[in-house]
């Protein structure tokens, strides 16, 4: 889905005031390891993972794959620490599991979706974000009967309205990709993964409407870049279907992250 020049504009001075705003992210990620090392607290560390994030987000629009890579890698680094240590929620590891998919980092990603996998959950709710974590270790374990099970309890949410319209259209096709995918129906997956990158371009045009406009807007670098989207095509593509046909997961091109280390 092509965007205007002056939309790509738009996201350019985003990223650019973004990798200003957090230059030193990687340094704060680091002193905040130590700090919650020293504390046993996790929240030291989840607060300098957002400004990480939003400077790796703001690296791959920005198409520079060294600011990428050093994030990407700084992340992954402690992303093994982060679910033994202080055993967060599946949604909270969101971030470390899509991100060790996207980077094809295989030991990153089953001991992170084992902790996903793992987690003791105090009720039975629903969640968004807390799903597609459980959706996507499900995936990296090969356990699809509990992939399709996520989904289906997924779709039941939706039906009975627990979301907000514009999270419900994005969860249902989130849902019917992860059961395609579970199905082995890799064209119905992809269809599903089209439409839900669809519902994520509109959402970036409306929010960049608004600054054309002059209105305020909550957009940040980070929620331009749809990480477990990425992830679940990654997913895909390992699956067997052609790479070229999951088609580009961004509006402009991604920069490769088949380098980084861990």
């Known amino acids: ?47 300098g993972r957002m400004g990480l994030v939003d400077y790796m987000a703001a690296a791959q629009i920005l198409d520079d794959q060294p600011a990428y890579e050093a994030a990407a890698t700084t992340i992954l680094s402690h992303a093994s620490e982060l679910a033994s240590l202080f055993k967060p929620l599946p949604e909270v590891l969101l971030v470390e599991l899509s991100l060790a998919i996207i980077c094809k980092q295989r030991s990153a990603r089953r001991a992170v979706a084992k902790a996903v996998s793992a987690a003791k959950l105090d009720d039975n709710a629903v969640l968004y974000e807390r799903s597609k974590a459980l959706m996507l270790a499900a995936l990296v374990d090969l356990d699809h009967d509990l992939a399709r099970k996520l989904a289906g309890q997924l779709l039941q949410a939706c039906a009975a309205r627990q979301f907000d319209k514009a999270t419900t259209e994005q969860a249902e096709q989130w849902a019917v990709a992860t059961s395609k995918l579970a199905d082995r129906d890799l064209e119905g997956c992809a269809t599903a ?66 380098t980084v280390v861990v």
């Not at 371009?201 to 980070?222: P, Q, T």
């Not at 790479?243 to 997961?249: D, E, K, R, S």
């Open 1 to 47: 889905m092509p965007m205007t020049s002056e939309q790509l504009e738009l996201l350019r001075n985003l990223a650019k005031a973004t990798q200003l705003r957090y230059l030193d992210a990687v340094e704060q990620w680091e002193r905040n390891w130590r700090i919650a090392r020293g504390s046993n607290k996790v929240m030291p560390v989840l607060a």
């Open 193 to 258: 993964l089209a439409a839900l990158q669809a519902l994520h371009f509109k959402r970036i045009e409306r929010e960049l409407s608004r600054l054309k406009r002059g209105a305020s807007s909550a957009l940040m670098a980070c929620d331009l870049v749809d990480l477990p989207g990425n992830a679940l095509r990654v997913l895909l593509s390992e699956s067997g279907y052609n790479a070229q046909q999951v088609g580009a997961a961004q509006v402009w091109e991604m920069p490769s992250t088949s």
